[in-house]
């Protein structure tokens, strides 16, 4: 990631303004002219609530990238510490709580995760990696309820979104007590790191003031806040969850393949907010791209460049290559020329049946077994009127015997019904 040079970069809060990721902020006359200024240091928090973080933590992380790109320092926070306590902010009711060891192992992992996105080697405005842990574990019950607990009065808190919207179905003194964690975040990070700047999703607005309010009953001062809408689907779906899930960043639970294929199916109203919202494309190419996509929409260039893009940034460009080389064999049907990994992240939500081992089998009795036809006499019409493919060859003889040596790999056949319906014998 290459180092932009403060005095001349362009406005960063303008840019942020057309990509639509201001959703609140607070002093943002005072926080341009900082920002022009100086280096800020800034942060965003990522508890860990699993083992990988979903896309919906995809927004604040490439808002960090987009500030260190313009020159500033991100702080990537995990909260090893607040993990263990449940952030009652956009829930309906109480967290599940994990164990230590569990909440351990998955800081770790997102702290892994966390460093493909940030450069932690560039020479004046490296990243820095920091977790919650350090500083809430040492924290007696005493100090605590003395030194922070003291400067905030139970009406304060009862006022925050996040726990007024909990009243009606309780909320434990536990996720109650999170806001003042998270503000004792922001003060530590403000004394020890020069932190003056958090953000989050607007459903931390009111974690983020009282952060700001705790800096100032403390002693400090020079603090802002700014959150980024939450993302929202023109169809009313949830963003972030397809069919088979939740959108994970780790590859090994949402494959490279999957990945590329929730962003090219985005629907047509969304796109050209999502190229603004998760690419580093400038103001000229996304309008270039809307250009085109209201006048041919049909060619779906926008959601190519989209995939592409976020597919990139979180995979890496082979990730890229091989997602589109999936893509195009699935849409012509010959999957012959995909590697046997591929082949497996092609096909893994295809419905799959397992079949003992044998040297061959009729083309009829595999229909029949895969569930690709519901009887004989259907699946040798679907022959005759060549709506059969295997492994993307075309199959019309009701004869047809599947031998060992037409197994891709010596264990899969892929068998197309009709356009869209494939299924997935694999023998063992």
């Known amino acids: 990631m290459r180092e932009s040079n403060l005095a001349n970069q362009t406005d960063l809060l303008e840019d942020l303004e057309y990509r639509g990721l201001i959703h609140q902020i607070t002093n943002r006359d005072n926080l341009t002219e900082k920002l022009q200024k100086e280096r800020v240091v800034l942060y965003c928090g990522f508890d860990p609530t699993a083992d990988s973080l979903h896309i919906g933590s995809l927004l604040p992380i490439l808002c960090l990238r987009r500030f260190q790109k313009a020159g500033h320092i991100p702080l990537a926070l995990v909260g090893g510490g607040t993990g263990l306590i449940g952030d009652p902010s956009g829930r309906a009711s109480e967290r599940s709580l994990n164990t230590a060891e569990t909440v351990a192992d998955w800081t770790n992992s997102l702290k892994r995760q966390l460093s493909n ?9 490296a990243a820095k990696l920091v977790s919650n842990y350090d500083w809430i574990a040492p924290l007696d019950v005493i100090t605590f309820l003395r030194d922070v607990g003291k400067n905030f009065t139970v009406n304060y808190m009862l006022a925050k979104d996040s726990v007024d919207s909990r009243l009606a179905n309780g909320i434990s003194f ?65 963003f972030g969850k397809s069919e088979s899930g939740a959108i994970w960043l780790d590859r090994n639970k949402t494959s490279a393949y999957q990945f590329y294929q929730f962003w090219i199916n985005t629907d047509d109203s969304d796109v050209i907010k999502f190229l603004k919202y998760f690419t580093f494309l400038t103001k000229s190419q996304i309008e270039e791209l809307e250009t085109e996509h209201n006048q041919h929409p049909e060619k779906r260039i926008a959601h190519r460049e989209l995939a592409r893009e976020v597919t990139k940034l979180v995979h890496g460009e082979e990730a890229v290559v091989s997602a589109e080389k999936i893509t195009q064999a699935l849409f012509s049907g010959d999957v012959t020329q995909l590697s046997e990994s591929e082949l497996v992240e092609a096909l893994q939500d295809m419905p799959t049946t397992v079949i ?60 197309k019904r009709g356009k869209k319906n494939y299924y997935l014998a694999r023998f063992e």
């Open 174 to 238: 536990t996720e109650f007590s999170y806001m003042i964690l998270q503000a004792y975040d922001f003060h530590k990070l403000h004394e020890e790191h020069g932190c003056s700047l958090q953000v989050g999703g607007s459903d931390q607005w009111g974690n983020i003031t009282a952060g700001l309010d705790l800096i100032g009953k403390m002693g400090g001062s020079g603090a802002f806040g700014m959150t980024m809408p939450l993302v929202t689907k023109s169809d009313g779906k949830k």
């Open 356 to 415: 003992s081992n044998q040297d061959h089998i009729g083309l009829i009795d595999l229909l029949i077994e895969v569930g690709a036809a519901p009887s004989k006499r259907q699946a040798r019409q679907d022959i005759e009127s060549g709506a059969v493919s295997v492994n993307g060859s075309k199959q019309t003889s009701i004869d047809s015997v599947i031998t060992l040596e037409q197994r891709l790999y010596k264990k899969f056949v892929v068998l």
């Open 117 to 125: 996105f940030l450069d932690f080697d560039v020479a004046e405005n």
